[in-house]
């Protein structure tokens, strides 16, 4: 199993900027990917940006240009940079190690953050 710990959340205006941040450890060698997902009030949980071992990345279309996913290996990290960010924006964000093969990311149901709350006031 995989522990992710993820901060950096908080409160922001519109326009503004925020950086998360997702610690792994673990059995780390059980994943080659990891990626961001939300979950809005009433809503389900969506995937808002993967990226892989080979920083290979991928994006929900509603934050294309706005979000960046990268990794620090070294330290067993993955951060996303939230630029522009808009009210529905305002989630909770969660971490997660997956799987990425032949394209698709595959999350693992039991490497799960307890997330962080991102709002984004007007």
């Known amino acids: 199993q995989v522990q992710l710990v993820e901060s950096g959340g908080g409160l922001v205006q519109v326009g503004g900027s925020l950086r998360l941040s997702c610690i792994a450890s673990?059995?780390?060698?059980?994943?080659?990917?990891m990626g961001w997902y939300r979950q809005a009030p009433g809503k389900q949980r969506e995937v808002v940006a993967t990226?892989?071992?080979?920083?290979?990345?991928n994006y929900a279309d509603s934050v294309k240009g706005r979000f960046t996913i990268s990794r620090d290996n070294a330290k067993n990290t993955v951060y996303l940079q939230m630029n522009s960010l808009r009210p529905e924006d305002t989630a909770v964000y969660y971490c997660?190690?997956?799987?990425?093969?032949?394209?698709?990311?595959?999350?693992?149901?039991?490497?799960w953050g307890q997330g962080t709350q991102v709002t984004v006031s007007s």
């Open positions: 997660n190690g997956g799987i990425y093969n032949s394209g698709t990311y595959y999350p693992r149901e039991d490497s």
């Open positions: 673990g059995n780390i060698f059980s994943i080659n990917a």
């Open positions: 990226i892989a071992m080979f920083q290979r990345t």
